[in-house]
Nanobody
Framework: QVQLVESGGGLVQAGGSLRLSCAAS????????MGWYRQAPGKERELVAA???????YYADSVKGRFTISRDNAKNTLYLQMNSLKPEETAMYYC????????????WGQGTQVTVSS
């Protein structure tokens, strides 16, 4: 089992920045890819960014150039640096992790709320 705990959410004005963190514990060796999802009220959960154990990255088109995902394996922590935030990016942000044989996340954090005011 893997436990994921997010932090760093909050209220920010449009154009501002936030950095989310996700601390992983437990069977870390089983994780291959980690990522950030978000879900706004009334909308489906969407993948924002992901990073593999080899540090290959993926970004949703809507965040390219503004968000940066990174991981510190020594600290078992995943980060998401979010710049130039927009009001429509207000959502609950979730950390997720999956093993090498999974198509979908095996583990989820409890989420951290990001609110962007206009």
């Amino acid at each position: 089992q893997v436990q994921l705990v997010e932090s760093g959410g909050g209220l920010v004005q449009a154009g501002g920045s936030l950095r989310l963190s996700c601390a992983a514990s437990g069977s870390i060796f089983s994780i291959n890819v980690m990522g950030w999802y978000r879900q706004a009220p009334g909308k489906e959960r969407e993948l924002v960014a992901a990073i593999s154990s080899g540090r290959r990255t993926y970004y949703a088109d809507s965040v390219k150039g503004r968000f940066t995902i990174s991981r510190d394996n020594a600290k078992n922590t995943l980060y998401l640096q979010m710049n130039s935030l927009k009001p429509e990016e207000t959502a609950m942000y979730y950390c997720a992790a999956k093993g090498p044989h999974s198509d979908y996340p095996d583990y989820w954090g409890q989420g951290t709320q990001v609110t962007v005011s206009s």
